[in-house]
């Protein structure tokens, strides 16, 4: 599946690459519903009317995944309530045997990733993943989400960047089509971001099932 000799630099995605994007779609989609219900005394549906077009207002730009966006927005501290319910924030499966091979392999393994710091900080108090990564990189530290070419362009001026020699491994179809038009030559998706949904299809990018199935020898 890959030719690792080909490779000195692998960008990953976090949420549903590396940990299951289980965690993020119950926090969204039925764990703030039920708190902002709570806190506006507000019936359930209400309030999954009210977030639904909320979300959709922002979806895939910058406050999408800004932490501080939906606090005040929401009059709710996301960042608290992420932490009280981190139990359920899991590794997928083999990342930790895959992280440690590259760094075996003398790969360079940067972090790229539209979540917002006080998001990640809970996820890695809770994993320990932060130490395999050489470098993190956010999409709030450039100003730009990786959907955005603007993101790329941003990204090669404080990390080299040598697009012929970088796989790149991402949940979201859109990022890896920013990718693409950059030039990262080798790029991954992931078939079950989330494990309690269904796989997803793609024509054209290959969809890993297993971290194991890439985990250089």
């Known amino acids: 599946m890959i030719d690792w000799s080909k490779i000195k630099t692998v960008f990953l995605d976090l949420d549903g690459t590396?940990?299951?994007?289980?965690?993020?779609?119950?926090?969204?989609?039925k764990y703030v519903p039920e708190c902002y219900a709570k806190q506006y005394q507000i019936s359930i549906d209400e309030s999954h009317r009210l977030l639904n077009k909320k979300y959709t207002a922002v979806y895939g730009s910058l406050n999408w995944y800004c932490v501080e966006y939906w606090s005040k927005e929401l009059?709710?501290?996301?960042?608290?309530?992420?932490?009280?319910?981190?139990?359920?924030i899991s590794v997928r499966p083999y990342v930790v045997e895959f992280l440690e091979?590259?760094?075996?392999?003398?790969?360079r393994v940067v972090l790229v990733t539209n979540a917002h710091p006080l998001s990640f900080q809970v996820k890695f108090q809770k994993t320990g993943l932060g130490r395999y990564f050489h470098r993190i990189i956010t999409s709030h530290e450039?100003?730009?989400?990786?959907?955005?070419q603007t993101f790329w362009t941003e990204l090669e001026k404080i990390e080299s960047v040598d697009k012929n020699s970088t796989l790149f491994i991402?949940?979201?179809?859109?990022?890896?089509?920013?990718?693409?038009?950059?030039?990262?030559?080798?790029?991954?998706?992931?078939?079950?971001?989330?494990?309690?949904?269904?796989d997803k299809e793609h024509d054209e990018y290959h969809l890993l099932d297993s971290f194991e199935d890439i985990i250089p020898r």
């Open 142 to 148: 450039l100003h730009h989400a990786k959907e955005e």
């Open 75 to 88: 009059g709710l501290d996301i960042a608290a309530l992420k932490h009280s319910i981190r139990d359920k």
């Open 101 to 107: 091979a590259l760094h075996m392999q003398g790969k």
């Open 170 to 198: 991402d949940d979201n179809f859109s990022v890896l089509d920013a990718a693409a038009e950059y030039g990262i030559e080798y790029l991954l998706a992931i078939r079950q971001p989330d494990s309690t949904e269904k």
């Open 18 to 29: 590396l940990l299951d994007l289980h965690f993020d779609n119950h926090f969204w989609l």
